[in-house]
């Protein structure tokens, strides 16, 4: 294909052609954020770090413990609809076994 039909063009006057500046925006991300609470047990929280957000032990076992003495951490970053997917995921499990374990998100 030539370089004329992989562009769009615009033409203000009729003299002067230029290609149209292609939209390359990312879509925007979003953090999702585990929270503190007095009663979850750890090995839960873990547990959830290890299978929901794909960290290895070592990584699930430090993530577990700066929520633990900062009250939130990261538990990784993902488009608007894996993140909403992920938090529903790490809450409704949590529920499930009577945990109140939290996760919620933001724009990065
Ligand atoms: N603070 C909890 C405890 O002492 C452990 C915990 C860590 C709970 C992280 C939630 O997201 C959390 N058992």
């Not at 939130?72 to 995921?89: M, N, P, R, S």
């Amino acid at each position: 294909m030539s370089d004329e039909q992989d562009h769009d063009w615009q033409s203000d006057n009729g003299l002067t052609v230029s290609p149209v500046k292609p939209d390359l925006k990312q879509p925007p991300k979003y953090r999702v954020l585990m929270l503190n609470d007095d009663y979850t047990p750890m090995e839960f929280v873990i547990k959830v770090l290890e299978g929901l957000f794909r960290m290895e032990h070592e990584s699930a076992t430090r993530t577990m413990l700066q929520v633990h003495t900062e009250g939130l951490a990261q538990c990784g970053v993902y488009t608007f609809e894996i993140a909403e997917a992920k938090v529903e995921q790490a809450n409704s499990y949590a529920q499930q076994h009577g945990h109140p374990l939290q996760c919620t998100m933001e724009e990065e």
